[in-house]
T-cell receptor, first 114, second 114 residues
Framework: DAKTTQPPSMDCAEGRAANLPCNHSTISGNEYVYWYRQIHSQGPQYIIH???NNETNEMASLIITEDRKSSTLILPHATLRDTAVYYC???????????????FGQGTILTVHP | DAGVTQSPTHLIKTRGQHVTLRCSPISGHKSVSWYQQVLGQGPQFIFQ???????GRGNFPDRFSARQFPNYSSELNVNALLLGDSALYLC?????????????FGDGTRLSIL
């Protein structure tokens, strides 16, 4: 799986947009970008995923650069409940012993301030 | 709709014992994955099962085993427990385990080894 690089921590004011960057310069053409977040003492929560195009759902937007070497997760109006560890994951095609594998890094600790 | 449910939520064992952790996937999901999360780190992939067959395996010793039942629920078994097995064990389900299908996580079983 391609490695990802994320800043260890970020701050955001409540009500403002939170923009979380992720670098995945070695991504292959058939690998998806996934974002999860984990609030303390809970399991990771799926946020969004994409292959090439930008994606939006009720939680967030995912912007993938044209060369696919980086992406940004956007939480449009951050709230205190968005404080969590955010993981950017590049997921390889299913096959071999890596079938279904998600490789988590250290993630970004996002703290939303009042 | 019910999400992924795991039992028990907490468990305390001593070194050398064995443990069985249980997972019920989201209704309609046929694939289950298991992850281990040690304090301060991201989850690490252990196994994935689809249609009762092991499809993926992470870098864990043979003390770790799992199985999936006809109703798609799953068990993770760990034998000869070591202090280092203390962790949060997470189960995730997806429709079929393929790359473009998100995995949805339960809140895990916290295992403490004394």
């Amino acid at each position: 799986d391609a490695k990802t690089t994320q800043p260890p921590s970020m701050d955001c004011a409540e009500g403002r947009a939170a923009n979380l960057p992720c670098n995945h310069s070695t991504i292959s053409g058939n690998e998806y970008v996934y974002w999860y977040r984990q609030i303390h003492s809970q399991g990771p929560q799926y946020i969004i995923h994409g292959l090439k195009n930008n994606e939006t759902n009720e939680m967030a937007s995912l912007i993938i650069t044209e060369d696919r070497k980086s992406s940004t997760l956007i939480l449009p109006h951050a709230t205190l409940r968005d404080t969590a560890v955010y993981y950017c994951i590049v997921r390889a095609p299913s096959g071999g012993t890596s079938y279904g594998k998600l490789t988590f890094g250290q993630g970004t600790i996002l703290t939303v301030h009042p | 709709d019910a999400g992924v449910t795991q039992s028990p939520t907490h468990l305390i064992k001593t070194r050398g014992q064995h443990v069985t952790l249980r997972c019920s996937p989201i209704s309609g999901h046929k694939s289950v994955s298991w992850y281990q999360q040690v304090l301060g780190q991201g989850p690490q992939f252990i196994f994935q099962y689809y249609e009762k067959e092991e499809r993926g395996r992470g870098n864990f010793p043979d003390r770790f085993s799992a199985r999936q039942f006809p109703n798609y629920s799953s068990e993770l078994n760990v034998n000869a427990l070591l202090l280092g097995d203390s962790a949060l064990y997470l189960c995730a389900s997806s429709l079929d385990g393929r790359q473009n299908q998100p995995q949805h996580f339960g809140d895990g079983t916290r295992l403490s080894i004394l």
